[in-house]
């Protein structure tokens, strides 16, 4: 028996009932031997009581052995299922039905992958992982279609990274209605980190290559202080302007520094992506 699939009695119902609805919701299947729809039904119920892997929990309710339980849920004929939470029944249906109804039935009762993912980005960050937090954020925002709560969220850990580039794009998408004292927090942060982020050295280094947009050097030595600074798209553009003339310069340490800020970026990051493949068509 799966853990998430359960056998209800008289002994567990308050338990598995009551007490376990008010953390997620409970399926409840109330079903007997001699019912062959029953027979049909049970075995999509647990199939996506494994697939949705916790979300719910599958109660079975055997009404021959439990008749007494099954006559206070009111149950009239079998099978009959019910969604409970916090105790109530919210929804369910008598008769076997197609998984695809039963799925839209429980979508309405269930969070969605992008809110358990927020759930496990918040605890990494809460627990200093910022690095595992980024991408898992990342994937929400764009599975919830830039929901304005997760975009916060998904800002406030690229500001932490000093991302402000990323930060500032992510803001800027959020709508006047969702720019509340959370936004204007976040956006007074990004103030700070850009003006923050032009050191002394970065300035004369900037002035050193527009004075001679050639001076590869110069250019190396500023994509090092941005990637320093977390501004790994600038680093990588100016990285990837050297390699297009010269992709051996300063022995290969050019190279090696457009690899490696590709690979601190982490599989899946867009700024990475975008990066890997400007580098293989010059390669190819």
Same mark, same amino acid.
């Given at each position: 028996?799966?853990?998430?699939? &359960? $056998? ?16 997620r919701?409970?399926?409840v ?44 849920l ?32 429980? $979508? ?27 991408? &898992?954020? #990342? ?40 720019? *509340? ?33 050639? *001076? ?22 100016l990285?990837?302007? &050297?390699?297009?003339? $010269?992709?051996?310069?300063? $022995? ?8 490696? &800020? ?14 890997? #493949?400007?580098l ?5």
């Amino acid at each position: 028996m799966n853990e998430h699939i &359960i $056998d209800v009695t008289a002994q567990n119902a308050q338990q598995v009932l009551i007490e376990e609805s008010m953390k997620r919701p409970v399926v409840v299947d109330v079903w007997a031997d001699w019912c062959e729809p029953c027979k049909q039904l049970m075995p999509v119920l647990e199939k996506l009581a494994r697939e949705y892997a916790g979300q719910f929990l599958l109660a079975k309710l055997n009404a021959d052995t439990e008749q007494m339980l099954a006559g206070q849920l009111g149950v009239r004929s079998l099978p009959t299922v019910m969604v409970l939470k916090d105790g109530q029944p919210v929804d369910g249906f008598a008769g076997a039905q197609p998984e695809k109804q039963i799925r839209e039935m429980l $979508d309405k009762y269930l969070p969605k992958p992008w809110d358990i993912q927020l759930q496990r980005a918040q605890k990494l960050v809460g627990e200093g992982e910022l690095d595992e937090a980024l991408p &898992i954020l #990342r994937q929400a925002y764009g599975d919830s279609s830039e929901r304005a709560d997760i975009a916060k969220q998904y800002a406030a850990v690229l500001l932490e990274k000093n991302r402000t580039k990323d930060a500032e794009a992510v803001l800027g998408k959020i709508l006047l209605a969702d720019q *509340d004292g959370d936004y204007q927090q976040l956006m007074a942060q990004l103030e700070l980190k850009l003006q923050a982020a032009e050191s002394p050295e970065i300035k004369a280094l900037q002035q050193a290559l527009e004075a001679n947009p050639e *001076d590869f050097d110069s250019a190396h030595q500023l994509a090092v202080q941005y990637s320093q600074a977390e501004r790994h798209e600038e680093a990588l553009e100016l990285l990837l302007n &050297i390699l297009r003339r $010269d992709m051996g310069y300063a $022995d290969g340490a050019v190279k090696q520094a457009y690899l490696d &800020i590709v690979k601190a970026l982490g599989k899946g990051d867009p700024v990475a992506t975008a990066y890997q #493949r400007k580098l293989m068509t010059l390669l190819f």
